[in-house]
């Protein structure tokens, strides 16, 4: 990091053209290599959040399922919240 | 692909001691036939036997670059279907007698060449060459498998833009499950670097950091590249007067070996505005 980027992390100056770049980047290029579209993975995790409710009840609106880069490997990301744990009628 | 031969030119490279290195960059207009002359002359100035293969058969700019174009009598064309020999195609540079062009025969061509021709062609050229650099077209398709058919290095050109970048990423996941390019390194063209320094253009080390390739060397935008194009005469042929000039000489020292390190290139500015830029620009981490 240089001084100049602190200081533009300091002031909360992020918002400039290159940071934009980076971050469309980051995004498309998770698509891109994992060849899924975005409503591809709304349906997914739709699908993985119906098989958790069996159990779990989950915050639907918070929920969301992403894809992150890290080097060139891509890992699927979910995040779930918990409103509370099933009681299983067994 | 069904080919047995799918690497019968890696044994003949290896046997020839010869470096085959495709230039690539998915999108169009980034600077790869720029770098192939330059390099190219780079190269050859470092005493190197070098050929540069002019692949990209639709819209060749190689000889034209090289201010070779009127001295093509045969091209790749004929060397593959017995027209001529080897040697009656190459055409050597006028002034640096070590640099070779193969040209690229008639559009047509793009029809029946085939990967099988190229590994056929680069076998050939392995026997006289330390060398060889691939221009490959822009895009994905039977074109750019062609010339990388034909290498077992690539280097994969980027610019500092959003769509140069994506495209990039998508040739470097192609050229790893291609099978015989063994190493992949990264070019950052026409980087501006006042761009860079108020933010408004990605950094080096974002591209980096988004393509996790290693960094084989920077070029700036220079406007010389453009006056070299219009003369017909690469940059790398002179004295290293310009950013870009240098900078190809430099990565040609590293293409072949040598521990050179890569500058960092932050805009150059006089006087007060200059030293707080300096100052602004120090690395604390």
Not at chain 2, 59 to 87: P, Y
């Amino acid at each position: 990091m240089t001084i100049r980027e602190l200081l533009d992390r300091l002031s909360g100056n992020r918002n400039t053209s290159a940071n934009s770049a980076c971050s469309r980047l980051r995004v498309v290029l998770a698509h891109d290599r994992s060849d899924l579209s975005p409503a591809l993975l709304d349906q997914m995790r739709l699908e993985i959040m119906e098989v958790v409710s069996k159990y779990l009840e989950l915050d639907y609106i918070g929920s969301e399922l992403t894809l992150e880069t890290e080097e060139r490997s891509t890992a699927l990301v979910a995040n779930l919240p918990i409103r509370c744990v099933r009681k299983l009628s067994r | 692909m069904s080919s047995p031969n799918l690497g019968s030119h890696i044994d003949a490279l290896k046997a020839n001691n010869c470096r085959s290195i495709v230039l690539c960059s998915g999108k169009g207009g980034v600077g790869k036939t720029t770098l192939t002359a330059n390099l190219g002359v780079a190269l050859a100035k470092l005493n190197k036997k070098t050929c540069v293969v002019d692949a990209d058969y639709g819209l060749r700019n190689l000889d034209l670059l090289l201010g070779l174009e009127s001295r093509i009598v045969f091209t790749a064309q004929e060397v593959i279907s017995g027209g001529c020999r080897l040697e009656q195609a190459l055409v050597r540079h006028k002034h640096e007698t070590n640099l070779m062009l193969m040209p690229a025969g008639n559009p047509r061509m793009l029809d029946w060449f085939s990967s099988e021709h190229m590994r056929t062609l680069i076998t050939l050229l392995s026997e006289s060459f330390d060398f060889i650099l691939i221009d490959a077209p822009a895009g994905v398709e039977d074109g750019f498998k062609n010339a990388v058919a034909g290498a077992s290095e690539a280097i994969l050109v980027v610019n500092p833009e959003i769509s140069s970048v994506r495209d990039a990423d998508r040739v470097a996941g192609l050229l790893a499950s291609q099978g015989t390019i063994d190493t992949i390194q990264l070019l950052v063209n026409r980087v501006r670097p006042r761009m860079v320094e108020k933010l408004d253009m990605l950094s080096i080390e974002d591209v980096l950091d988004i393509l996790a390739i290693p960094l084989l060397g920077v070029v700036q935008e220079d406007e010389q590249v453009i006056i070299a194009a219009n003369l017909g005469e690469p940059l790398a042929l002179g004295k290293p007067k310009s950013p870009a000039a240098f900078a190809y000489g430099n990565i040609a020292r590293r293409i072949q070996g040598e521990d050179i390190p890569i500058p960092d290139i932050n805009a150059k500015h006089g006087g007060f505005v200059g030293r707080l830029g300096e100052f602004l620009s120090t690395k604390i981490i």
